[in-house]
């Protein structure tokens, strides 16, 4: 059984932060991947950050390089996505899925069994 539940998102003006996060209840393991997809309006759902549970190894889509943080608290099986300087007209919805393999590459969705739903984070200019 697995329980994926996203929280956070909303509203914010270009320029601003906001942060994700998604209570994961799911037995890992070693080759465990925890990741945040994004699907822009008029755009096909893609990678956009993903994390190895087991060692925090993180992996990023460029266009989220430097702006923002994937990262968990084990303690509460909680990953996070830290959003900064969000751009305008970037609005997005935000799905956090989970998958127990390690290959293939983190930025395929079809390799992730569960997923959980929302949030949409709307920047406004």
């Known amino acids: 059984q697995v329980r994926l539940v996203e929280s956070g998102g909303g509203s914010v003006q270009a320029g601003g932060s906001l942060r994700l996060a998604c209570e994961v209840s799911?037995?890992?393991?070693?080759?465990?991947?925890l990741g945040w997809f994004r699907q822009a309006q008029g755009r096909a759902r893609e990678g956009g950050a993903a994390?190895?549970?087991?060692?925090?190894?993180?992996y990023y889509d460029d266009r989220m390089k430097g702006r923002f943080t994937i990262y968990q608290d084990n303690a509460k099986n909680t990953l996070y996505l830290q959003m900064n300087n969000l751009k305008p007209n970037g609005n997005a919805l935000y799905c956090c899925?989970?998958?127990?393999?390690?290959?293939?590459?983190?930025?395929?969705?079809?390799?992730?069994?569960?997923w959980g739903q929302g949030p949409q984070v709307t920047v406004s200019s």
């Open positions: 899925p989970a998958r127990a393999v390690i290959t293939p590459a983190w930025w395929n969705e079809h390799s992730y069994p569960f």
């Open positions: 799911l037995n890992t393991d070693s080759t465990t991947f």
């Open positions: 994390i190895h549970g087991p060692s925090g190894t993180t």
